[in-house]
């Protein structure tokens, strides 16, 4: 790319991290984006294809250090059941940390999909491999797509907001589902 190009582009990601923050991501559209720049559509959509596109790459830097927490946490604990109860909190961390950017990209309209991003297939083999315990390969799919579609932020939304669950509730219950003999912290 250009220098001129990456310059631009720096600029895009810059200002559009600075106007999510003060004005929320749901409130920014990427007309107000290119006007605040003083910078043409064309230039921005060569850049991102779309809204969702500019979240993606404004979190993916966090993502890889998250990524890089639930390595650490694979290393560190023997138990598949206690890495998923910790890598659980985490995640739940990061989605509270990243909810409006990440609601952004799960909603997207765009032609891909977030089951088809890297993220989800990280996560996805992240969780497949502490339900190798499991014989059956197209259960464990199974089951971690369930997993991970019980964590889009929609259903974190709902169930944080409408059904009033804390992290902590929502990680027990996780865990009681895919763990069906845990109880809660006490069994720790």
Do not use: P, W
């Not at 409130?27 to 230039?43: A, C, P």
């Not at 999909?113 to 339900?131: A, P």
């Not at 932020?153 to 589902?177: D, H, P, W």
């Amino acid at each position: 790319m250009r220098r001129d190009a990456e310059e631009n582009k720096n600029r895009i990601e810059t200002k559009a991290k600075a106007l999510f923050n003060e004005f929320g991501v749901e409130n920014i559209s990427m007309k107000r984006i290119s006007n605040e720049l003083n910078i043409g559509m064309g230039t921005l959509y060569r850049h991102f294809e779309d809204k969702s596109a500019l979240c993606y790459k404004l979190i993916s830097n966090d993502f890889e250090m998250f990524m890089s927490d639930l390595k650490t946490i694979s290393q560190k604990e023997h138990s598949n059941k206690m890495i998923f109860i910790q890598s659980i909190d985490r995640f739940l961390q990061f989605k509270m940390e990243h909810q409006a950017l990440l609601k952004c990209v799960e909603n997207s309209t765009s032609k891909k999909d977030f089951k088809q991003t890297e993220f989800y297939q990280l996560l996805h083999d992240y969780y497949s491999n502490l339900f190798n315990y499991e014989e059956n390969k197209h259960f464990i799919t199974f089951k971690v797509d369930i997993l991970l579609n019980a964590l889009t932020t929609k259903n974190y939304e709902f169930l944080t907001e409408n059904r009033k669950m804390s992290n902590e509730e929502l990680r027990n219950a996780l865990v009681q589902l895919f763990y069906n003999d845990y109880q809660g912290d006490d069994e720790q």
